[in-house]
């Protein structure tokens, strides 16, 4: 696992760096910062950690790690992606949860949000998710696509997500009703190899077909078919996107906590978090474009580590809630209450050295103070005062935050980041001693649709939910 293959053969020059200065006793005080204390022997729990998921990773139980070197896989659906190519002016992709926000993050990260992209074409294919099953959401989305210039592309691991499946019976329908048996050209599946139903639709239907590791989970598969072909369909550089993640899981399988910076948050983000109580993360990216990811790390960070038992059967309803705020626009709605509120979180600073653009302020003054002393500087500079300026303020106050920062922000380092990002959450796991890739608390609920909506086999839960129905209403 450690030495997966030679991809990148070159170095692709990501640099993403963490600055945890802002979380030690020295600059925020030792009620709310790490002292030396703290930190004493978290070296050797944080290569305790590498070790332990490095050997689970090698043995197979994990695969997320080995997504960015599947070479022959990437080379597949870019050829897909381009045989394709001009035959469609939307990408609509049928999928929920994992099998959704890794699309959308990088296509926010590479376009930016919606609906601030430029026109949509056969060129320029947009991506239209449908990750709900709001009726109202899903005509209208329908009613914005048209259906000889729609590419489908639906997504379920275990190929009977209710939300999923039903959306895509409404897509199929929709297709079909305007291209009869031509429809069939226009649907993508990923899905489990072995097993589901929508595995076996797609063989009946002769479906193109992309399949997901059984040792992928959804919140880790944005590097897998599942975030891989939308993304290629859109038409994304997805060699280059892996490249980077290639690249960055080199230095996250490294010893070395200068280089290996999934394994040093992880390690400073668990101290702040268990040392000094902040069971609040908020993901603050100064970085419009990574707004989507900040909702990708949101359920990537929820669903890994909120867990009611650790893996030696105790209880210990473990959990730190991950929030999504955006910078500067959150200065001005959520900032009032994390500098004077309970003192209950930890900010994550996303930023990078350098936008593509500068935002140039034009030089001619108005004589107004207000808007003189801007004439000439840039919105690139802004940002980064405004940023600079908030983490100041916040560690005025005593509230911990650090800061990861992209040299800039492009195919290779979004991958490189995402992948960090999930290692950190992998580490995270093992120093909570808690399985951070199941997700049972989230099986209960779905057993209970399944029974309300009639699927066979849920009688247990039906009769349950009916219980509770009875007990609510005080009958």
Not at 102 to 114: I, T
Not at 183 to 199: F, H, M, N, Q, W
Not at 239 to 266: F, H, S, Y
Not at 401 to 406: A, D, G, I, K, P
Request: aromatic share 10%.
């Amino acid at each position: 696992m450690g030495s997966a293959g030679a991809w990148p053969d070159k170095l692709t020059n990501v640099r993403i760096s963490f600055d945890s200065s802002n979380l030690l006793s020295s600059l925020i005080g030792p009620e709310h910062g790490l002292t030396p204390a703290d930190l004493k022997g978290s070296d050797n729990a944080a290569y305790a950690a590498l070790a332990a998921f490095k050997q689970s990773a090698e043995q197979g139980t994990y695969g997320f790690p080995l997504l960015p070197f599947q070479k022959e896989l990437i080379a597949s659906i870019a050829d897909y992606a381009s045989k394709l190519a001009g035959t469609y002016d939307t990408v609509c992709v049928v999928g929920i949860g994992g099998s959704a926000l890794g699309a959308w993050a990088l296509d926010c990260g590479l376009r930016g949000q919606h609906p601030l992209q430029a026109a949509f074409s056969a060129k320029n294919p947009r991506l239209a998710i449908l990750d709900n099953v709001d009726p109202q959401f899903v005509e209208s989305a329908l009613a914005s696509m048209t259906p000889k210039k729609t590419h489908v592309v639906v997504i379920a691991k275990s190929g009977a997500t209710a939300e999923t499946v039903a959306t895509f019976m409404i897509v199929k329908d929709w297709l079909e009703a305007a291209l009869g048996k031509k429809a069939a050209a226009r649907i993508t599946v990923v899905t489990s190899e072995g097993r589901g139903d929508l595995k076996v639709l797609a063989t009946q239907q002769g479906y193109t077909t992309f399949h997901l590791p059984d040792n992928v989970g959804g919140r880790f598969s944005v590097l897998s078919a599942v975030g891989l072909v939308p993304a290629a369909l859109a038409g994304f550089d997805i060699k280059k996107i892996c490249k980077g993640a290639a690249e960055m899981t080199k230095l996250c399988w490294t010893k070395d906590l200068d280089k290996n910076v999934a394994l040093r948050a992880a390690q400073f983000h668990h101290l702040v978090w268990t040392k000094k109580g902040k069971t609040l993360q908020v993901a603050f990216p100064y970085v419009n474009r990574l707004w989507g990811s900040a909702f990708w790390f949101r359920q990537l960070w929820a669903e890994s580590l909120g867990k009611k038992k650790n893996r030696a059967g105790e209880v210990v309803h473990v959990g730190q809630t991950p929030i999504a705020a955006l910078g500067t626009t959150d200065q001005h709605s959520q900032v009032q209450l994390y500098m004077e509120g309970p003192n209950d979180k930890v900010f994550s600073f996303w930023t990078v050295d350098k936008f593509a653009t500068s935002g140039k302020i034009p030089k001619g003054k108005l004589g107004l103070e207000g808007f003189d002393y801007l004439a000439g500087q840039s919105l690139a500079k802004l940002i980064d005062a405004e940023q600079k300026a908030t983490a100041a303020a916040l560690t005025e106050e005593q509230r911990p935050n650090c800061n990861y920062t992209l040299s800039k922000l492009d195919e290779e380092h979004l991958g490189a980041f995402l992948q960090l990002l999930e290692f950190q959450t992998a580490f995270m796991g093992e120093l909570l001693n808690i399985n951070a890739f199941d997700q049972e608390g989230v099986e209960l609920g779905k057993k209970f649709t399944f029974a309300l909506m009639g699927r066979k086999g849920f009688k247990e839960f039906g009769d349950r939910f009916a219980a509770y129905e009875k007990k609510r209403k005080g009958k």
